[in-house]
C-alpha cells in the first residue's frame, strides 16, 4: 500500500467495512466497472451542488458529477422540487405522458437536426438504435467508430474502446466483424480505411470530443472531412452527443462547428441526472421506427422509456440552461482556467492537459517519452496512467477533490471560482510531493 493508499484508508474506515460487503454480492463490488478504483472506492451517503459525501463524512468537490451527467450540481433546489411535484403524481406510466412532449419541444427548439425523437432508458440504448437505423435506412451492415470511442455497452459497438484498440472487449459480442475502427483525428487514415469498406458502410459514429477517452476534442476539419466523406459514399454521419449535448452551449455541438448530421444521439444532461437516452434525427430516417412502416427498423422497446421522472428532471434542467445561458460562458471560463492553471503547474510533466469548455483531463507524460500533445485516443493511452491514477487518488486523500481515477473532470454551475483555484493547487502539491 503506497503512502496515498494509507492516507486514503485512514479516513474512509466506514467505506472500507461497506465496500467489502457489497462486493461480496457484487462482482468487484460495483455495477459499472469504472466505478471501482484502488484500493477501494468509496461510499457515497449523500451529495449537495458540487460535493459528494461518503459514509465517513468526508466531503469531496466532485468533477464527476455523476458520470458528467449533472450541469448543475447535485440535487439543485428547481429540480428537487419538480421531481417531488411529479412523484407525488406517479414516477412510472409505461404511457403516452406531458412531460415527454414538454422536453420533446425544448429538445427540438435548441437542436434543428431533432426533427423527431425517441427516448429510451439509457445512451447505450440510443446508440443501438442509431445504428440500427443508418443500417435499415442504407441496407447496407458495417458501422464505423473511432478508435477510443465509448458508446456505451452495446455488443455493436464495443470494439476498439480500449489500448491497443484491436483485441475485442468482451467475449459474446456479435457481429464484430461489421465493425470499423479509425483513428481520430487522422482524416486520411480514416478516409482511406473508410474507402475500403465504402460499398458497405451504413454509417459512421463519432463522438465531437471524445469523452472516456480522454476529453479530447475533434478538429472541426477532421469531422466536416468525415462527414463529407461519408455523405458522399450514401451513408449517415451520426454525431454522438451524449456527453457534448448541452453541455458547452445550449444546443449541440455540431452547430458551433458547423456539421449536418443525419443522427444524433443524446443522453446524460437531457435527463438532468436521472437515467435517459435519445436518438433523433431527420424524419425521412426517423420514420424507419415507424411501426407500420414496411422498411421497418425495430426502435422503440424499453420499460422505462420517456418515464416522466427523467423528463421532469430533464426539462426542468435544460429550461434552467435555456433562461441562464450565461452559465455556460461562466462554467467554460473556469474550465480554461482549470487547465491553463494545470498545465503552468504541472509543467514537462503534462503531456497535455486536454478538454474543452467545462471539461478538462490531464495527460501525464510517460517517463522518457517526447510528447507533443495528445490529439486521439492511441496517444492518451501511452501517456503513464499510473501517475494519473496517483494524481486523482492523492486529491481523494489528501484535498477533498473527487475525479474518477483515470476520467476526466466536468465543471457544474455548482462550482465556485475558489474550487478550480483549489484544484490548480493540489496539482502544484502533487508535483512537489509526489509520492
Ligand atoms: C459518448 C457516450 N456515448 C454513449 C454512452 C452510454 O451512455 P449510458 O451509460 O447512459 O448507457 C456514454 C456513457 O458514458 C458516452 O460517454
Known sequence: M?????EYSKKTPT???????????????????????????????????????????NRYTDYWMGHWSLIQGHA?????????DQLEDGWMYGAVNEQTI??????????????????????????????RLARTHTKRDVIAKVDGGWHGYGSDLLKSVNWPFKEPESSGLVGADNIVSVPYNDL???????????????????????????GIPASAEYLAGVQEFVHGCGALFILDEIVTGFRFRYGCMYESMPLEPDVITLGKIIGGGMPVGAVCG????????????????????????????????????LEYMRDNQSTYDRISSMGARARSGITGVLGDEAA????????????????????????????????????????????????GIFMLPGKMGAISSAHADGDIERLVAASEDFKRHRQ
Do not use: W
Open 2 to 6: 503506497n503512502a496515498y493508499e494509507a
Open 15 to 57: 467505506s472500507a467495512r461497506l465496500f467489502a460487503e457489497s462486493a461480496k454480492m457484487h462482482i468487484n463490488g460495483v455495477s459499472h466497472n469504472i466505478r471501482y478504483f484502488e484500493p477501494y472506492p468509496f461510499v457515497v451517503k449523500s451529495s449537495e451542488g458540487g460535493c459528494l459525501i461518503d459514509v465517513d463524512g
Open 76 to 84: 439543485p433546489k428547481h429540480v428537487v422540487r419538480s421531481l417531488h
Open 102 to 131: 414538454k422536453l420533446s419541444k425544448i429538445i427540438s427548439g435548441a437542436v434543428p437536426a431533432a426533427e423527431k425523437i425517441r427516448y429510451t432508458a439509457s445512451g447505450t440504448e440510443a446508440v443501438m438504435y442509431a445504428a
Open 188 to 214: 486520411d487514415a480514416t478516409v482511406k480505411i473508410l474507402s475500403g469498406c465504402k460499398s458497405r458502410l451504413a454509417g459512421i459514429i463519432v463522438e465531437p470530443v471524445l469523452g472516456g477517452a480522454g
Open 282 to 317: 431527420a424524419d425521412e430516417i426517423m420514420a424507419h421506427a415507424d411501426a407500420s412502416s414496411a422498411d421497418r427498423s425495430y426502435i422503440g422497446g424499453g420499460t422505462f422509456s420517456a418515464n416522466p421522472a427523467s423528463m421532469t428532471a430533464g426539462r426542468v434542467t
Open 352 to 399: 497535455d492537459v486536454t478538454g474543452a469548455g467545462s471539461i478538462f483531463m490531464v495527460h501525464f507524460a510517460a517517463p522518457g517519452k517526447r510528447h507533443t500533445g495528445v490529439r486521439n485516443a492511441e496517444q492518451a493511452a501511452s501517456c503513464d496512467q499510473d501517475k494519473l491514477r496517483q494524481y486523482h487518488l492523492k486529491m481523494i486523500a489528501q484535498d
